[in-house]
């Protein structure tokens, strides 16, 4: 039997269990840190190499090195504390609209949960991305030659 459109509910029923510029923060903000970490880590390690040409062999981290690292670890706490966040959404509305796929597809109905549990997936792979750039510094040096 169908439905008439005054039986219809809203496709969104849990939107007011999380505020939607939070929900649409946490799908933001992992990308912007991991971008942010990209440029400004590329402009650090592309002046490192000419700022210590003349240098010998240092022991330790350059101070280039220090930096990309301390930059990377803030980036990355960033990104999962959005995961966090984006989880912390997810628990609220996790349980709105378990309908049938079709009602997913047709209505459009469970539009919170979907961008809760899509900004958790950000997160977490934007987090992966981070950490692998993290072991760049930790694990090669800055400026190395082939000599």
């Known amino acids: ?11 969104a029923p849990h939107r007011d269990r999380v505020s939607v510029p939070w929900l649409l923060a946490g799908l933001a903000i ?3 840190a ?6 400004v880590g590329f402009g650090i390690s592309s002046n490192a190499c000419p700022l210590t040409q003349g240098s010998t062999s240092q022991v330790g981290f350059s101070g280039e090195a220090t930096l990309l690292i301390v930059l990377q670890i803030a980036c990355l706490i960033v990104a999962i504390a959005s995961g966090l966040m984006s989880w912390r959404h997810w628990r609220r ?6 309908d049938s796929q079709h009602s997913h597809l047709t209505l459009g109905e469970g539009r919170t949960r979907f961008l809760a549990l899509a900004s958790m997936l950000t997160a977490g792979t934007f987090s992966i991305a ?13 400026c190395w030659s082939l000599r």
């Open 1 to 11: 039997m169908t439905q008439l459109p005054t039986q219809i509910g809203h496709p």
């Open 30 to 32: 992992p990308p912007v």
């Open 34 to 39: 991991w971008t942010l970490e990209m440029l």
């Open 93 to 98: 509305v996790r349980l709105e609209n378990k």
């Open 130 to 142: 981070i950490v692998f750039n993290l072991l760049e510094p930790i694990l090669i040096p800055l």
